[in-house]
């Protein structure tokens, strides 16, 4: 079982993100941890004799909330919940917040790895973003972190930026590994709905990265960590031996988790999801349960769901997880691309070769019902 936070404030809004976050002030954090440990006590039996194994707190950004209201939540978890003593327990961080003085305050908390979304070392490029820190910023929140003993560091980074060149993207991988990091997600820029850099792209003030020149920067992501010695896990997820995200890793094995916060989401492990409302307002004036909506999922929903998470990952689809109709479908449906030699069965499992992963999206899609 797992614990996702979702703590949705955020200084100013990055141009790209289409997560749920807020710009209000400090003014509601206060409230907004309250109605958090609310829901908390609310949704105890959720999960009611199970163990927690991991932990996950994102936004937003968290890296925002002080260090006694961090110290808050934790103490509430521990009161509600059963954590294994060895739990992967992640919170999301803004490099230019993680000061000595923030990880002095994180130390007081059971936090064992940081998540930082560095995107780029390209200044001009991390402005034209949103971000609102530097490339030398990041650089000096990793080494405070190992300073700090809090060595389970991962990044993030964009690839496929307006004016982004291959050679920005290379000192980019180069310089990320080689600041000692244990983990590295990296992703391919959407332009989603409802965001500013779509609106930029419909306005002709931007136009998409040539599709090419995407496929070269991954490719060269995956050479340049393998060399490393990282392990290409899942898609966008590359990590040393021994340091794979486990809460993410449970996403895509289905495992159920509980969601708590405005905007987050739950999984019961079976077919029924729930989305808590956007809205922190309402959040906050909840005297009872927050706002929200539950899904049921219909066996085809499950079927597509286990097709999409599964095939991301270097591991693939457990073929004998599969119904005998479900396999036959998807065995059927892979053929053509196992005959181009995107896909292929390997102990049981299909999965994508290096060539199919640049597909994965259109192979992904001919595989569902």
């Given amino acids: 079982m797992s614990i996702y936070?979702?703590?949705?404030?955020?200084?100013?809004?990055?141009?790209?993100?289409?997560?749920?976050?807020?710009?209000?002030?400090?003014?509601?954090?206060?409230?907004?941890?309250?109605?958090?440990?609310?829901?908390?006590?609310?949704?105890?039996q959720y999960?009611?004799?199970?163990?927690?194994?991991?932990?996950?707190?994102?936004?937003?950004?968290?890296?925002?909330?002080?260090?006694s209201s961090l110290k808050e939540i934790f103490d509430d978890i521990s009161s509600c919940f059963t954590i294994d003593a060895n739990a992967e327990i992640t919170i999301e961080a803004n490099p230019d917040d993680?000061?000595?003085?923030?990880?002095?305050?994180?130390?007081?908390?059971?936090?064992?790895?940081?998540?930082?979304?560095?995107?780029?070392?390209?200044?001009?490029?991390?402005?034209?973003?949103g971000r609102r820190h530097n490339s030398q910023q990041t650089i000096?929140?990793?080494?405070?972190?190992?300073?700090?003993?809090?060595t389970?560091?991962?990044?993030?980074?964009?690839y496929g930026l307006p004016r982004q060149s291959f050679d920005d993207w290379k000192h980019d991988v180069r310089l990320c590994l080689s600041l000692g990091i244990k983990h590295?997600?990296?992703?391919?820029?959407?332009?989603?709905?409802?965001?500013?850099?779509?609106?930029?792209?419909k306005q002709g003030l931007v136009r998409e990265a040539d599709e090419e020149l995407s496929r070269q920067m991954y490719d060269y992501l995956m050479s340049e960590t393998s060399k490393a010695g990282f392990q290409h896990y899942e898609i966008s997820n590359f990590a040393l031996p021994g340091y794979h995200s486990c809460h993410n890793s449970s996403y895509w094995q289905g495992t159920p988790y509980l969601g708590l916060g405005a905007?987050?989401?739950?999984?019961?492990?079976?077919?029924?999801?729930?989305?808590?409302?956007?809205?922190?307002?309402?959040?906050?004036?909840?005297?009872?349960?927050?706002?929200?909506?539950?899904?049921?999922?219909?066996d085809k929903s499950l079927y597509n769901e286990f097709i999409m998470t599964r095939l991301r990952t270097s591991a693939g689809i457990p073929l004998n997880e599969l119904s005998r109709?479900?396999?036959?479908?998807?065995?059927?449906?892979?053929?053509?691309?196992?005959?181009?030699?995107?896909?292929?069965?390997?102990?049981?499992?299909?999965?994508?070769t290096k060539e199919g992963i640049f597909t994965s999206n259109d192979i992904i899609s001919d595989l569902m019902k």
């Fill in 98 to 129: 993680v000061t000595p003085e923030w990880l002095t305050s994180l130390a007081k908390t059971p936090v064992n790895r940081i998540s930082m979304g560095a995107q780029t070392f390209n200044d001009k490029l991390l402005s034209f973003l």
């Fill in 47 to 67: 999960i009611k004799g199970t163990r927690v194994h991991t932990i996950y707190i994102g936004g937003g950004t968290p890296s925002l909330l002080p260090g």
């Fill in 184 to 201: 590295l997600s990296a992703y391919l820029l959407s332009y989603e709905e409802g965001t500013r850099l779509d609106t930029m792209l």
């Fill in 263 to 298: 905007g987050a989401h739950s999984y019961d492990g079976e077919r029924t999801r729930r989305a808590n409302m956007p809205d922190i307002k309402a959040y906050i004036a909840a005297t009872e349960d927050v706002p929200h909506e539950t899904e049921t999922l219909s």
């Fill in 5 to 44: 936070i979702h703590i949705p404030f955020c200084q100013s809004r990055c141009i790209y993100c289409d997560f749920y976050s807020t710009t209000l002030g400090r003014d509601f954090m206060a409230s907004y941890v309250k109605a958090l440990k609310r829901e908390m006590h609310l949704r105890r």
């Fill in 140 to 150: 000096n929140a990793v080494e405070a972190c190992k300073e700090a003993g809090l």
């Fill in 152 to 158: 389970n560091i991962s990044l993030d980074l964009m």
């Fill in 325 to 352: 109709e479900d396999q036959d479908y998807c065995l059927s449906q892979a053929k053509p691309h196992q005959a181009h030699n995107l896909l292929r069965i390997k102990d049981e499992h299909l999965c994508l």
